[in-house]
Nanobody, 118 residues
């Protein structure tokens, strides 16, 4: 059974930091591209950051220089370090695990709420 479990969300004041974790099980984590997405009320889900199985990272322009995505293949966990948080970062943050080949898969976590107050 595949599980992606996010943690680390919460409420923080603008300028603060949070670190999200995505603990996975049931997948070969080292072969998966991991991503963080977010969805604010009334908006579509959007990409925040991704990290390939080889460690290549990609960020949305809105978070470049403030957020950092990383992964630990020993504990099968992906992380999102969020610094200099802004009120517009308020959203539910979702973890994603994807592999295109072989035996493709695409899994989502249940989401964790991040609320930034100004």
């Amino acid at each position: 059974q595949v599980q992606l479990v996010e943690s680390g969300g919460g409420s923080v004041q603008a300028g603060g930091s949070l670190r999200l974790s995505c603990a996975t099980s049931g997948i070969i984590f080292s072969t998966a591209a991991m991503g963080w997405y977010r969805q604010a009320p009334g908006k579509q889900r959007e990409l925040v950051a991704t990290i390939s199985s080889g460690g290549t990272t990609n960020y949305a322009d809105s978070v470049k220089g403030r957020f950092g995505i990383s992964r630990d293949n020993v504990v099968n966990t992906a992380y999102l370090q969020m610094n200099s948080l802004k009120s517009e970062d308020t959203a539910v943050y979702y973890c994603n695990a994807m592999r295109r080949w072989p035996n493709p898969f695409n899994y989502w976590g249940q989401g964790t709420q991040v609320t930034v107050s100004s």
